[in-house]
T-cell receptor, first 120, second 113 residues
């Protein structure tokens, strides 16, 4: 089954304790991305990766790191979590940008089930 | 500055009637637009998209309309069903190919039986 998986699904931690949220996709997608969802703010992009070893900052990258050593995995790292990083996190993947009628088409992003993180 | 705006945080519609969700954007470089639907405790799922060369795209009960001059798009759901109750996110992307998706804040649709 084609899917994006995230682990853990729920995590409660304390300020300053490093953590990693894993993301894995089995669709051979080139593009992967991390979002956070907060009440009243919708989905905001943290980091994205167009391909292996290529990562770029999204709208809210501060306090986060990512790596893309393999095509299927895109972990999100919080070196020193703070309470303002309490949020619902989604990983997403897609084939990226493909030729289409409008010169390009943005391929549909498939989202993982989410990771609810609480930082005390 | 918010580039993709969904000004209605919530919408209630009776079952069988039309639901209209609106989305405005400010960046004229956006050329591709998508709607995602999100149920509680699940990730967003793709619903329908439209590129700038079209002004309408239809898929079953879902139709998206694009008005480029007004920088406005809308999602119509006809007829609305209780299972359509969810949060709907509008998203936009630019022509550069490296522009990530920009999402609106979402509109919570409640379809009342």
């Amino acid at each position: 089954e084609a899917q994006v998986t995230q682990n853990p699904r729920y995590l409660i931690t304390v300020t300053g304790k490093k953590l990693t949220v894993t993301c894995s996709q089995n669709m051979n997608h080139e593009y992967m991305s991390w979002y956070r969802q907060d009440p009243g703010l919708g989905l905001r992009q943290i980091y994205y990766s167009m391909n292996v070893e290529v990562t770029d900052k999204g709208d809210v990258p501060e306090g986060y790191k990512v790596s893309r050593k393999e095509k299927r995995n895109f972990p999100l790292i919080l070196e020193s979590p703070s309470p303002n990083q309490t949020s619902l996190y989604f990983c997403a993947s897609s084939f990226g940008i493909t030729p289409g009628l409008a010169g390009f088409e943005v391929d549909t992003q498939y989202f993982g089930p989410g990771t609810r993180l609480t930082v005390l | 500055d918010q580039q993709v705006k969904q000004n209605s945080p919530s919408l209630s519609v009776q079952e069988g009637r039309i639901s209209i969700l609106n989305c405005d954007y400010t960046n004229s470089m956006f050329d591709y637009f998508l709607w995602y639907k999100k149920y509680p405790a699940e990730g967003p799922t793709f619903l329908i998209s439209i590129s700038s060369i079209k002004d309408k795209n239809e898929d079953g009960r879902f139709t998206v309309f694009l008005n480029k001059s007004a920088k406005h798009l809308s999602l119509h759901i006809v007829p609305s069903q209780p299972g359509d109750s969810a949060v709907y996110f509008c998203a936009a992307s630019g022509r550069s190919g490296n522009t990530p998706l920009v999402f609106g804040k979402g509109t919570r649709l409640s379809v009342i039986a």
